[in-house]
C-alpha cells in the first residue's frame, strides 16, 4: 500500500513560481512510474510531467520548458517546479505512482491558482 501527501500549492501571480511536493509512504523503491497531473473544473485529468524508472521524461505541450520534474529518492519525495505561471495552469494538481505491479496510487490534489 501506498499512500501520496502533496504540498506547496497556492496563489501566486502571473509569472510567479511553486514548487509543489509529493511525499511518498509505503514501498515505492519499485515503482514502474510517477508523476504529477492536473486537472481542471469540469475537465480530464492532464499529464503535466513524469518520470519513467530508468528517469526518461516526459511533460505535457502546455509546459514549454517553464515545469521541472525531479526526485529526492533519500527524501522519497517527487517535486514539481513551476516557473512563469500563467492564469491557464490554475487547476487541481495531482501526484501519481505506478508500481511494477501495476498498482495505481493517487494524492488528494492541491490547489493552484495564478491570479492577480
Known amino acids: 500500500q501506498v499512500q501520496l501527501v502533496e504540498s506547496g500549492g497556492g496563489l501566486v501571480q502571473p509569472g510567479g513560481s511553486l514548487e509543489l511536493s509529493c511525499t511518498m509512504f509505503?514501498?515505492?523503491?519499485?515503482?514502474?512510474?510517477m508523476g504529477w497531473y492536473r486537472q481542471h473544473p469540469g475537465k480530464q485529468r492532464e499529464l503535466v510531467a513524469k518520470i519513467q524508472r530508468d528517469n526518461s521524461l516526459l511533460y505535457g505541450n502546455f509546459v514549454e520548458d517553464r515545469f521541472t520534474i525531479f526526485r529526492r529518492p533519500a527524501k522519497n519525495t517527487l517535486y514539481l517546479q513551476m516557473n512563469n505561471l500563467k492564469p491557464e495552469d490554475t487547476a487541481v494538481y495531482y501526484c501519481?505512482?505506478?508500481?511494477?505491479?501495476?498498482?495505481?496510487?493517487w494524492g488528494q490534489g492541491t490547489q493552484v491558482t495564478v491570479s492577480s
Open positions: 501519481n505512482i505506478i508500481t511494477q505491479e501495476s498498482e495505481d496510487y
Open positions: 509505503g514501498n515505492t523503491f519499485n515503482f514502474y512510474v
